[in-house]
Nanobody
Framework: QVQLVESGGGLVQAGGSLRLSCAAS????????MSWYRQAPGKERDLVAD???????NYADSVKGRFTISRDNAKNTVYLQMNSLKPEDTAVYYC???????????WGQGTQVTVSS
């Protein structure tokens, strides 16, 4: 059974940093595009960043220059380093995996990030 388990969320002051981790199990990690999404209360779930197995990355404009996505294929883990956090970054952050060919999709349970002003 495929599992994506996020960790690293919490409460931080504006300007601070957090590092999210997502550990994947029971899937061929190298074959998946890994992404981070976020959903604030009353809003849609939006893409934050993604990274393919080769390390090519893509970021939402709102986080460019502040967030960095990375992956360790040997550890089946994807990370999101978040710097210069703003109150508007407050959301539940979700890990997502999509198979590169079959487009099979999996979601983690989410981790709360709260940025106080």
């Amino acid at each position: 059974q495929v599992q994506l388990v996020e960790s690293g969320g919490g409460l931080v002051q504006a300007g601070g940093s957090l590092r999210l981790s997502c550990a994947a199990s029971s899937l061929a990690f190298d074959n998946y595009l890994m992404s981070w999404y976020r959903q604030a209360p009353g809003k849609e779930r939006d893409l934050v960043a993604d990274i393919n197995s080769g390390g090519t990355t893509n970021y939402a404009d709102s986080v460019k220059g502040r967030f960095t996505i990375s992956r360790d294929n040997a550890k089946n883990t994807v990370y999101l380093q978040m710097n210069s956090l703003k109150p508007e970054d407050t959301a539940v952050y979700y890990c997502n995996a999509v198979h590169r060919f079959y487009r099979t999709k999996y979601w983690g349970q989410g981790t709360q990030v709260t940025v106080s002003s």
